[in-house]
């Protein structure tokens, strides 16, 4: 799950971690508000989406008047903000964060991940903040800096001291570092965090070390722990077919191809995806129904499929271990019948009652194209989009 910035940086002051004064604002009215509350003479008026490269996209903009601050939050307010991770359907933006402006004499780069290929989480830090963290690797991967941190003891101090070496920190700047390392870590340890990225991280000309930015996602499995957290979830951030999915207790992921794919299970899911593509053909999205794949569920995956607009086909592939397939093929049936299909249907079934279910499927009165392997259901289904 993702949240937005200034929920982030809620989370981080809680740890120690320290942040800019900052305000959420619904409307320029309580923008404008925000801006007094805070003082000063010169504010950043920030839109909050759940993509980055905001600045770029003209979501990021300063004000040095209170005039200022209205006029900012006006342009901002209600655009459609586009950026290179949003796509070119964009997002509007529905909030704004108020913040104190900074005099900033460095930016830098912290981010905490798990490493999957071995198993541990991972401190990045580098000294070019500002930039995408893939741009630097793919073009600087020396200036990446890592520090892998055993799961039974924590980031330690001299880890800590190390990354801040790294980043050319010296004197306060340096303590305030240290601490800023540890405190993060925490804090994303705490939460369940998968994501904690800080870009940029920046020291101001008094050596104090502050989160300008603040990314965090968090493991969807362990968010019952975090009433808290789950609280901070935005629907209006998430693709419209994932939330509806949710509801239904439906993993669904949307892509880009014209495949619609319903598969029970996580593995056999991603295998359904890859044979699709070497057929030739491009998966529309991740459908795992679950183990028990009910009616219902094929139902509600029938109609959260058919709602994108780009899907042309359907491949329906499902292993009957915990549940018959013939109880597959009933609901598959009955979820036809009860849903406007108007595209064509291939489906493989395999596993306890296979035979039986093929009878159900040819005896229906539906025209599904049954296959007898997942070779075979990915070739027809590309065929049946290029008829």
Known sequence: MKIHEYQGKEILKKFGVTVPIGMVAFTVEEAVRGAERIGGNVWVVKAQIHAGG?????????????????DRASEILGMRLVTHQTGSEGRIVKRLLIEQGMNIAKELYVGITLDRGCSQNVVMASTEGGVE?????????????KEYVHPGVGLQQFQARKLCFALGLTGDA????VKFMLSLYRAYEATDASLAEINPLVITQQGEVIALDAKMNFDDNALYRHADILAMRDLDEEDPLEVEASKSNLNYIKLDGNVGCMVNGAGLAMGTMDIIKLAGGMPA???????????????SGFRIILKDPNVKAVLINIFGGIVR??????GVVQAAKNVNIHVPIVIRLAGTNADLAADILKNSGLSFLVAGSL????????KAIAA
């Open 54 to 70: 905001r600045g770029k996209g003209g979501g990021v903009k300063l004000a040095r008047s209170l005039d200022e601050v209205r």
């Open 133 to 145: 963290i893939e741009k630097v690797a793919e073009e600087s991967p020396e200036k990446i800096h």
């Open 174 to 177: 340096f303590k305030n570092g």
């Open 285 to 299: 999205n991740f459908l795992d129904v679950g183990g028990g794949a009910s009616a219902e569920t094929v139902e």
């Open 325 to 330: 397939c013939d109880r597959v093929a009933n």
């Open 375 to 382: 070779k075979d259901a990915a070739e027809k289904v590309t």
